[in-house]
């Protein structure tokens, strides 16, 4: 799959990432399509290097697990990093 199946990927698995995790993000709607290309990408190289799990098709449902996995990993680091202090 190409660098352009990867980015279509990454939106659409950002967009379902944060279906799963409802909430208010400290972001906007780019950033968590931002967050969804590069979760495609963790994913994909979590799935090849971790699970030496090789990469699929676009519509293959292995690749879209290891596409959405990795944005939720990225979108809850997120929210752990960009989340507001509490005054003490």
């Keep these: 799959m ?4 990867w980015i279509v990927l990454g939106l659409v698995a950002g967009a379902i990432a944060k279906m799963l995790m409802p909430g ?7 950033i968590t399509m931002l967050i969804g290309v590069a979760g ?7 799935g090849r290097s971790v699970f030496d799990v090789g990469l699929g098709t ?3 449902a292995r690749t879209w ?3 959405i996995g990795g944005s939720l990993i990225l979108l809850v ?12």
């Design 24 to 30: 208010k993000d400290p972001g906007g709607c780019i």
């Design 65 to 67: 697990g290891l596409a």
């Design 2 to 5: 190409g660098i352009l199946g």
């Design 58 to 60: 676009f519509f293959d």
């Design 40 to 46: 495609a990408f963790l994913g994909g190289w979590i």
């Design 77 to 88: 680091a997120y929210r752990l990093l960009a989340r507001p202090r509490e005054p003490r």
